[in-house]
């Protein structure tokens, strides 16, 4: 009997041990980012790498494959990543060292004369002050870089500096060679890597760009002079980056369609180590409190260490949709350019149209029939598989209702169309229509094509023309329909995004190879490729406020981050060319702070903002401070175990307002806010106050004047801001302080009413 209980009870051990293994074989390796109390390291651990491994070592299930720790962080956080199961991330929680962890996030990527829209010259203003950005190192986190593209040469350039520590990796089994103008060039990608579960080559391996996302923006930032660039000869003109003397260093975070928390942590503590002045990053992870946000995290470590990151404010277009909004990131949207790409028709009736396309070739077309569907519903939308070749052939063919242009330019192809007319009243940017010739008008003066057609018979186009290019299109700029709003949804009370910069049909290099229907166009049976292209996005704004904020350091290297936004923000301008507000690109309706927060950059003005809202450390601990987090989760956020907290976070020194009231309060609603400037002008000088509202909303300033005898004096003031009666959900005015020097610094001022 002893002997069968003795065999029963190491069959259930046996059982017990089967389920223990077979669960574990069963549980997925994901990649989990893992926060450590440094302090808790202990003295035998030369380094920290050493401590992680054998904490992975250690656990029962152990980690014994080195590879599976990814990365050991220093500066952006203390911790690391590694691909674990749920079970193995459970046992480490328990330990004394630890202070959180979370299963890394998958983020995604989000030119000739967008220097001359900014107002950027070589006679006067920012440029010759900054000498175009010389000493300054703008590090790119991005999908890597072309090196052989004439923005990256180093003609004119100054040699590296010395306090520059990055490297160039080029032994991947692919050249890539870094000069004077491209000084460092690395790859991040291992979680990349463990999330695809499958090799990569030695390309993808290596920093070079597969992509055009990152060459694009690099070269936006600081690409040095080529003349003669163009998109299959549209945008021609000199190329160059906005810091065009500034250096590039390279973090390559994704060969592919996504990219990898741990690796985005990893590329911004190398910059931090490699010494670079301004981190730039056209790329977001998801939405996360501050504590959980790679970005945000490691932003706030550069920010100590005095480097501006700038960060794209996301695509998506609508309310409440900012991406990268912590305090201590400078958050960039997009706007539209003066600059068109249009065509001209004129009809044998005379009347004649000028529209918008971006067909690449210059073609002319004459005495051409014209062709519409007319009460056939289907052929006049030019629906796919609707339309006759018999009909069409040969002929230039009207479509309505073109919101799907792409599929509207595949049927005129597929039955031999000459040319299209395509009629429709949203925005339409570059990539949407580029293979066949088409000519975007609007609505209303398609009616006019449609009439002409319906009433006359053998209607007929006299010319159409193709490959042309206009400047001083109204109004512009505008908030680009694809720009992220705020209100911002992790924290409202922050006025996102910051600025808007130009996003829409920008210039830039590429490599020359067709990855992208952007890149190439066919004639015949051959690829054409181009070494410049035009692409839209926030993506491509952030790289034109990391060049200007280059182009500041470059003259003021003893401002703060806080400082060089500060200047970017209260000097930007919130009137287009029509000297009205600016508009939304979607509906040509008035925008409003909530979608280009303090307005559109001006390079020239932020070089001498009178005044500054600055910031440290200890104020952005103070405002972290009134968010309700643990002391964990501060623990994680801040990388120490001790912290002192001092005011409130309503008073964090930000250049905007925004007072968040409940509509259901019969009372007048009010919000004080204080604030404190450094004078950064003249030595003596007197700023009086002025405030512009609306009805339904007050602002009292106090004082109303303020007097500075000498440059860094900081003064204090206070606004109080008032609501009253049934207040629209929005609502806003601006504080302006101006002096006799010219100098206007001006905020604007948010009211949100649910």
């Not at 494959?65 to 962080?73: A, G, I, R, T």
């Not at 330990?95 to 998958?106: D, G, K, P, R, T």
């Not at 004077?180 to 030695?202: E, H, M, P, S, V």
């Not at 040969?394 to 242009?405: A, E």
């Amino acid at each position: 009997m002893g002997s069968f209980n003795y065999l029963l009870c190491a069959l259930s051990w046996l059982l017990v041990l089967f389920l223990e293994i077979n669960n574990t074989l069963s549980e997925e390796y994901k990649t989990y980012i893992i926060h450590m109390d440094h302090s808790q390291k202990p003295s035998s651990f030369l380094t920290h790498e050493s401590w992680h491994q054998s904490i992975l070592r250690s656990l029962s299930n152990p980690v014994l494959d080195n590879q599976k720790l990814l990365y050991s962080y220093n500066h952006v956080m203390h911790g690391f990543s590694a691909r674990l199961t749920p079970s193995q991330v459970a046992e480490i929680r328990e330990s004394q060292a630890h202070l959180a962890s979370q299963e890394e996030s998958i983020g995604k990527l989000v030119t000739t004369y967008s220097t001359t829209f900014l107002g950027l010259n070589h006679d006067s203003g920012l440029w010759p002050s900054a000498s175009y950005g010389e000493g300054v190192i703008i590090g790119l986190m991005d999908s890597g870089v072309w090196p052989e593209s004439l923005s990256f040469s180093d003609n004119g350039m100054p040699p590296v500096p010395q306090r520059w520590k990055g490297k160039c990796q080029n032994r991947t089994g692919t050249p890539f060679a870094c000069n004077n103008k491209l000084i460092g060039a690395q790859t991040f990608i291992k979680g990349y890597q463990a999330a695809r579960k499958k090799k990569l080559d030695a390309t993808a391996r290596s920093p070079r760009d597969q992509l055009g996302h990152g060459t694009h923006t690099s070269s936006t930032a600081a690409g040095n002079y080529v003349e003669g660039a163009s998109q299959f000869g549209f945008a021609s003109g000199t190329a160059k980056g906005v810091a065009p003397r500034a250096y590039v260093a390279m973090y390559k975070l994704s060969p592919g369609d996504f990219i990898a928390e741990s690796d985005v942590l990893a590329a911004m503590d190398q910059a931090i180590v490699d010494g670079v002045d301004i981190m730039s990053l056209s790329l977001h992870l998801d939405r996360r409190p501050y504590f959980q946000d790679a970005i945000a995290t490691a932003s706030l470590s550069a920010m100590e260490r005095g480097i501006v990151v700038v960060c794209a404010a996301g695509n998506q277009g609508h309310p409440n949709t900012t991406h990268n909004a912590a305090p201590w990131i400078t958050t960039v949207g997009a706007s539209t350019l003066d600059r068109s790409f249009v065509a001209t028709m004129t009809l044998a009736n005379g009347l004649s149209f000028q529209g918008s396309s971006s067909h690449r070739e210059s073609v002319y077309i004459s005495d051409t029939l014209l062709y519409y569907g007319g009460d056939n519903f289907k052929k006049s939308i030019c629906k796919f598989k609707s339309l006759n070749k018999k009909e069409v052939a040969g002929k230039v063919v009207v479509c309505r209702n073109s919101n799907h242009i792409d599929g509207q330019m595949d049927e005129l192809n597929r039955v031999g169309a000459y040319a299209g007319i395509l009629m429709t009243d949203s925005p339409l940017f570059f990539y949407d229509y580029q293979i066949f010739p088409v000519l975007i008008l609007s609505t209303s003066y398609g009616a006019l094509v449609t009439e002409y057609a319906r009433n006359v018979i053998n209607a007929t186009v006299a010319s159409m023309r193709f490959g042309l290019m206009s400047f001083g299109a109204k109004p512009a700029p505008q908030v680009a329909d694809f720009s992220s709003r705020g209100p911002d949804p992790i924290f409202p009370g922050l006025l996102k995004p910051d600025i808007l910069a130009p996003g829409v049909d920008i210039l830039a290099a590429v490599p020359p190879f067709p990855w992208s229907l952007a890149d190439f166009i066919m004639s015949g049976n051959y690829e054409l490729v181009t070494d410049y292209a035009l692409y839209s996005g926030t993506s491509m704004a952030t790289p034109h406020i990391a060049g200007v904020a280059a182009l500041l350091k470059a003259v003021h290297p003893e401002w703060s981050p806080a400082a060089i936004r500060s200047a970017m923000m209260t000097t930007a301008y919130t009137m287009d060319n029509n000297r009205s507000i600016l508009t939304d690109q979607s509906t040509n309706l008035p925008a409003t702070p909530l979608d280009f927060g303090a307005g559109h950059i001006n390079p020239n003005r932020a070089m001498d903002p009178g005044l500054i809202y600055d910031l440290d450390f200890q104020d952005y601990v103070d405002f972290i401070c009134g968010l309700g987090y643990n002391e964990t989760n501060m623990k994680a956020l801040l990388r120490r175990n001790q912290w002192n907290c001092s005011q409130e976070r309503a008073n964090l020194n930000y250049p905007s307002f925004v007072a968040i009231f409940s509509n259901k309060s019969k009372m007048v609603r009010r919000q004080v806010f204080n604030r404190v400037l450094t004078n950064v002008g003249d030595d003596q000088s007197v700023y009086q106050s002025t405030v512009a509202v609306p009805y339904g909303l007050d602002i009292k300033v106090e004082p109303s004047t303020l007097s500075f005898t000498q440059k860094y004096q900081k003064q204090n003031f206070s606004i109080t801001v008032e609501v009253y009666g049934q207040a629209s959900p929005v609502v806003y005015g601006y504080l302006t302080w101006f002096d006799d020097h010219k100098h206007i610094v001006s905020s604007p001022v948010v009211a949100l009413n649910s």
